[in-house]
T-cell receptor
């Protein structure tokens, strides 16, 4: 079955550590996105990539980094520079390079900083 | 600038009664609007979309939404709630312009369904 796989589902991190969240899709979608979700705030865009080897900052990119070396993979690194990293992180993809509003989401990764 | 406002953060209904989740939008042009659903600790799933065709849009699982330009609203309804409808619902608008378009998410409405 086609879809988006995020791992790990739950992750605990000590302050000062970098962590990388994996996102893989087998939908052959061009565009991929990372969102952060906090209670009562909806979703906020961290980074997006419309094509391999290219990505752009979203609204809250500070303290995060990404890479897009393969079409199917878009990992997110939460660095120690991110001041409040505890959140639910969602990866999504869409068929074309332009936002049509139709996103397919993974099941998320919940990061807790101890 | 485009934005959406979900008027209720929590809605509680009894199983078998109608559901109404309210969303108002702000847009300087004809908007593209969406409703997404998120079950606990899961990703979001597209329920339905409005892209300037019919003003009454039907989605999955018996949900529908009506675009009302005069009221700048895009409320989500379902005639009869089921226990499996308990989830969080997000109203979304596309913001066009700049280097790329982007989605603007509302803050969500948590729907509880009582037996």
């Amino acid at each position: 079955d086609g879809g988006i796989t995020q791992s790990p589902k739950y992750l605990f991190r000590k302050e000062g550590q970098n962590v990388t969240l994996s996102c893989e899709q087998n939908l052959n979608h061009d565009a991929m996105y990372w969102y952060r979700q906090d209670p009562g705030q909806g979703l906020r865009l961290i980074y997006y990539s419309q094509i391999v080897n290219d990505f752009q900052k979203g609204d809250i990119a500070e303290g995060y980094s990404v890479s897009r070396e393969k079409k199917e993979s878009f990992p997110l690194t939460v660095t120690s520079a991110q001041k409040n990293p505890t959140a639910f992180y969602l990866c999504a993809s869409s068929m074309g390079q332009t936002y049509t509003g139709e996103l397919f989401f993974g099941e998320g990764s919940r990061l807790t900083v101890l | 600038a485009q934005s959406v406002t979900q008027l209720d953060s929590h809605v509680s209904v009894s199983e078998g009664t109608p559901v109404l989740l309210r969303c108002n939008y702000s847009s300087s042009y004809s908007p593209s609007l969406f409703w997404y659903v998120q079950h606990p600790n899961k990703g979001l799933q597209l329920l339905l979309k409005y892209t300037s065709a019919a003003t009454l849009v039907k989605g999955i699982n018996g949900f529908e939404a009506e675009f009302k330009k005069s009221e700048t609203s895009f409320h989500l309804t379902k005639p009869s709630a089921h226990m499996s409808d308990a989830a969080e619902y997000f109203c979304v608008v596309i913001s066009y312009g700049g280097a790329t378009n982007k989605l603007i998410f509302g803050t969500g409405t948590l729907l509880a369904v009582q037996p």
